[in-house]
């Protein structure tokens, strides 16, 4: 994807494939005003100019950043080379860790490959964005799946593809809190606020990406 143009295009037709807008930020890798942002740009006629009686949010969009990892994604190869630079950030904690979580969708795939390197149990959590549309998140709930390991009161490692506020880590952290487990440390492909804990677990990145402006 090169600009915003493509982002808009990308927006409109995973909604009309019916995935929500959470769904939709976690495929783009945005936030969730992002998404949705993108998407009523892509319910304007190409020739509409949008208006503050269409939308709350000004005409040129949310401050955010995109991530594009699909070159990174689409290859088993550079997958696992990726994966095994995240395990190495991870293995410094902890010596009997035998648990990692992927936060799905995007870090399934890559927890995978992690708790491979690591040699641990798998698990995955989905969190509650995937069922936002718009209004109150808190009123939703995210869930771990059945079909792959249980936390069962143990030490884990969670693992994700990018970190834009931290509110989907810190999600996943309670939750796994929540289930008796203790996270010992977190680890990302990309950062793009800088985080280095979330609830007092360690947050690693193997790219931090810093937005430098001049403030106005």
């Known amino acids: 994807m090169k600009n915003v143009d493509d982002l808009i295009e990308s927006a409109a037709e995973l909604a009309a494939r019916g995935?929500?807008?959470?769904?939709?930020?976690?495929?783009?890798?945005?936030?969730?005003?992002t998404a949705s942002w993108l998407v009523e740009r892509s319910d304007a006629a190409p020739t509409e100019q949008p208006t503050q009686t269409q939308s709350d949010r000004p005409a040129s969009g949310p401050q955010d950043i995109h991530v594009d990892w699909s070159a990174i994604g689409r290859d088993s190869g550079r997958m696992g080379h990726v994966?095994?630079?995240?395990?190495?950030?991870?293995?410094?904690?902890?010596?009997?860790?035998?648990?990692?979580?992927?936060?799905?969708?995007?870090?399934g795939p890559i927890a995978t490959l992690v708790a491979r390197e690591l040699g641990t149990d798998l698990g995955t959590y989905t969190p509650a964005k995937h069922q936002w549309e718009e209004g109150d998140i808190?009123?939703?709930?995210?869930?771990?799946?059945?079909?792959?390991?249980?936390?069962?009161?143990?030490?884990?490692?969670?693992?994700?593809?990018?970190?834009?506020?931290?509110?989907?880590?810190?999600?996943t952290i309670e939750a796994i809190r929540a289930e008796g487990g203790e996270p010992l440390a977190c680890v990302v492909l990309a950062d793009k606020q800088g985080i280095e804990?979330?609830?007092?677990?360690?947050?690693?990145?193997l790219v931090q990406v810093i937005?430098?402006?001049?403030e106005e």
Not at 83 to 107: F, P, Q, R, S, Y
Not at 197 to 205: A, E, H, I, R
């Open 19 to 33: 995935l929500s807008k959470g769904e939709i930020a976690d495929e783009l890798n945005v936030s969730r005003e």
């Open 83 to 107: 994966a095994a630079a995240m395990a190495d950030l991870l293995a410094k904690h902890g010596e009997n860790v035998d648990l990692t979580i992927g936060i799905e969708k995007a870090g």
């Open 138 to 171: 808190e009123d939703l709930g995210g869930t771990f799946s059945r079909n792959f390991a249980t936390i069962r009161d143990r030490e884990c490692y969670v693992v994700d593809d990018t970190i834009t506020s931290g509110t989907t880590m810190r999600e």
């Open 197 to 205: 804990t979330v609830d007092d677990v360690p947050v690693y990145s």
């Open 211 to 214: 937005s430098v402006g001049k």
